[in-house]
């Protein structure tokens, strides 16, 4: 399993948030400039959920959503996907969604490739 797989997936397993740790970036020698573009991980467990990454991606950032908590059968899925390709329409992005679990959303000028890299 490749390092995005584990990030795209989390290896397999379920995490929380405590299973994250936080760098601190002065720990490390690096040239830091502002970021144009942050990533969000968000989770999806309804539609009052999806406001939250409309709104980042009209703001330019890009979002990974975990969407496991919702049934696939769902209309509410359909709707959320549906709501979700308009706004990645509307900036000129792109939306992909990864198996049964993750949407991917980017804002203007990023496009997500469907080919894996070998």
Known sequence: MGIMDKLLTGGGENHTNEDYVELDLDDFDTARGEAGTTVHIAEISGQQDVVA?????????????????????????????????????????????????????TPTGISISRQKLS
């Open 53 to 105: 990454i409309k709104d980042a991606v009209y703001d330019g950032d890009f979002v990974i959503a975990d969407i496991t908590r919702l049934r696939t059968q769902d209309r509410t899925v359909e709707h959320i996907i549906d709501e979700l390709q308009q706004v990645a329409h509307e900036v000129d992005g792109d939306i992909v969604q990864k198996g049964d679990d993750q949407l991917i959303v």
